[in-house]
């Protein structure tokens, strides 16, 4: 699904809003309100999932840790081979 939001130069420019700024700030709604996972959020943006909870902080977002996640953690720790 492709979403277009048209919002005026001036004011995209005077909150220094862009494209990826937009997705980030869906993608952080949809984590805070419980509908996708930490990993989920961070493959929709193309980042890690250690990278996707520095975002989530840096906006203010409670960073919920389940069962999960726990599991990605877990994965993430085997793909590195450690």
Do not use: C, H, N, T
């Not at 250690?50 to 720790?77: H, N």
Request: hydrophobic content about 40%; glycine content about 8%; charged content about 40%.
């Amino acid at each position: 699904m492709k979403i277009e939001i048209e919002i005026p130069d001036a004011l995209a420019e005077q909150i220094e809003f862009d494209a990826r700024a937009g997705k980030e700030m869906i993608v952080l709604e949809l984590y805070r309100r419980e509908k996708i996972s930490g990993g989920k959020a961070a493959e929709l943006l193309g980042i890690s999932l250690y990278d996707f909870r520095g975002l989530a902080d840096r906006f203010g977002v409670e960073l919920k840790y389940d069962v999960q996640e726990l599991d990605e953690d877990i994965q993430d720790l085997k793909d590195l081979g450690r």
